[in-house]
């Protein structure tokens, strides 16, 4: 047995485990047993698309029952939004095997995907707020009444639908904004859990820890990530930086340190930046990091020298306030992609 | 049972030689549903062993096999850690789902089935988006599995609508049989059905192919 099938075969094994545990949780029925079984079936997902990698050139029949798996495991985990992103493949896959087989293959599948996207839109399309994000991209509305029939939204959703990570972060980050550091924590640690793999959610869980964690616990989180930092996204870098800035300024203790792994951080994100307002913040904070170090006061103009005029001219907060406030919103807006639009 | 039906001895088997027979991290989660589904409701029910009658159709011959299902809970509790516990919550608990402790028990009876009739033969990965649910070999193209499918009730004619399908009527969509959807799957080298009631107690084992 070549190496590739060895490969394709242990995901395949491995998948199939998480995949019984999954049903088994299911089968307990509890809100938390649900939600457990949600992120075994994300990571069954990841394993079924690993096994079909693992193959190169792939049989097509071996692909498409590959994401016709992977699709399912997506719906079993209550997350029609990126079962939608699988299903598009499908249809691309399903032209390359014959008519009769493909239509066997996906005779399970399809009524499944069509009732539950049916009602994950009909779900979606009960709240304007909503459609309002999916429009703006801005989370947070201005007006408190506003924010709390989002909030609400979300959580209504989240309980039909627990396994999207984006409603999650929503809900993280309207907890944050209204002061519930934990509530918030708890959220976004959720997200984390259904999609490690997108940056933008471990990257808003760095401030979140520290706001709702013990400083033991926050600190412990930061070395996890400060470890891992050679690898890491820019934007899981520039967060992990204002991360450990807080923890500077709440307290003198080991404060140049917190300040230089910042800097570290924010030097490792330069080379993995591919959006402007990302690389003018790394140059923002970079900026403010080395005048703390150097024992200076930041530059008042220090947003204008990052090249952040706009923000300059209109945060009217302390300049590393503004690059935090920025940072958090445009990464925050990351998650807000998918079906809902 | 057709004339040509022969009546096989009864085979007994207990439960925890799963742990031996196959891999215990695909056993381990179809234990409690099985303890919670196979013995049914009522004390009288609920004495071992349990007999299942198995209609095992190998290359168009039929025969009966009784399958006589027991357990040693102390054992079967040292492999799964909380078990009693467990069984107890699938019974009893309002939030159980009761459609996967089916489902769950099925693929644990089909372990059983596949330990006893093809001995040696082991199970090495499971799916749910596409037919056959458990897969005895993984070569691509050519999959060799068992689709398996459990009911509460309903007996036979239960079983024979999932295998043959069930005409469309006002209320409910035709629902096409596995067996013929089955057959026609080019990519399967190899495909059993493994079908269970638990009242009564029946299940059918056939090789739909080769």
């Known amino acids: ?341 | 049972m057709s004339p040509r039906t022969l009546r096989q001895p009864p085979i007994a088997y207990s439960l925890e030689r799963l742990f031996v027979d196959q891999d215990r991290d695909f056993v381990h989660d179809t234990i409690a549903p099985v303890l919670a589904w196979v013995p049914g409701k009522g004390a009288a029910k609920r004495a071992q062993p349990f007999r299942f009658e198995v209609e095992r159709v190998l290359r168009g011959e039929r025969s009966l096999v009784p399958l006589e299902l027991g357990w040693d809970l102390a054992k079967l509790e040292a492999a799964v850690p909380g078990l009693r516990g467990h069984v107890r919550r699938l019974e009893t608990s309002r939030s159980a789902q009761r459609e996967h402790v089916t489902e769950l028990a099925a693929y644990g009876l089909t372990f059983v089935a596949i330990s006893v009739l093809t001995p040696g033969r082991r199970v090495k990965g499971f799916r749910k988006g596409s037919a056959p649910d458990l897969l005895l070999d993984l070569t691509p193209g050519a999959l060799r599995g068992v689709e398996t499918a459990g009911r509460s009730s309903g007996g036979k004619s239960a079983l024979l609508a999932i295998r043959n399908g069930t005409p469309g009527m006002a209320a409910r969509p035709k629902r096409p049989g596995k067996a013929a959807e089955l057959a026609a799957r080019s990519d399967l080298a190899e495909v059993h059905l493994s079908l269970w009631s638990a009242s009564p107690r029946i299940s059918i084992m056939e090789q739909l192919k080769p």
């Not at chain 1, 493909?102 to 839109?121: G, W």
């Open chain 1, 1 to 341: 047995m070549s190496t590739a099938q060895e490969l394709h075969e242990l995901n395949l094994v491995s998948s199939s485990k998480l995949k019984l545990r999954a049903t088994a949780q299911l089968a307990e029925g509890t809100a938390d047993a649900v939600f457990d079984a949600c992120v075994l079936f994300h990571e069954a997902a990841r394993l079924e698309r690993r096994a079909v990698d693992a193959l190169s050139p792939c049989p097509p029949e071996t692909a498409l029952a590959g994401s016709i798996e992977e699709c399912w495991c997506l719906l079993e985990g209550r997350d029609p939004d990126a079962a939608a992103e699988v299903w598009s493949r499908i249809l691309n896959e399903r032209d390359a095997v014959p008519k009769s087989l493909a239509s066997s293959m996906l005779s399970r599948l399809q009524p499944r995907y069509d009732e539950a996207i049916r009602e994950f839109v009909r779900a979606i399309q009960r709240y304007p707020e909503l459609q309002r994000i999916a429009n703006t991209g801005v989370i947070v509305p201005s007006s408190e009444v506003e924010r709390r029939k989002t909030l609400a939204a979300v959580r209504t959703l989240v309980s039909d639908f627990p396994g999207v990570a984006m409603f999650w972060a929503t809900i993280a980050r309207l907890e944050e904004v209204a002061g519930e550091a934990r509530r918030a924590w708890a959220a976004i640690s959720r997200a984390v859990k259904l999609a490690p793999e997108k940056a933008n959610l471990r990257a808003l869980s760095l401030p979140l820890a520290t706001e709702a964690l013990k400083p033991a616990e926050a600190d412990e989180h930061l070395r996890e990530t400060f470890s891992d930092l050679w690898r890491a996204e820019a934007e899981v870098c520039l967060m992990y930086a204002f991360s450990e800035i807080v923890l500077a300024e709440r307290s003198a203790t080991g404060r140049t340190d917190r300040l230089k792994r910042a800097l570290v951080a924010v030097n490792a994100a330069f080379p993995n930046s591919r959006t402007e307002w990302l690389t003018k913040n790394l140059k923002g904070v970079r900026l403010f990091l080395e005048a703390s170090l150097a024992g200076r006061k930041a530059d008042p103009d220090l947003l204008y020298r990052a090249g952040l005029g706009r923000l300059a001219a209109t945060s009217g907060h302390r300049p590393i306030d503004a690059l935090r406030a920025e940072a958090t919103a445009r990464v925050s807006a990351m998650s807000t992609s998918g079906a809902a639009a």
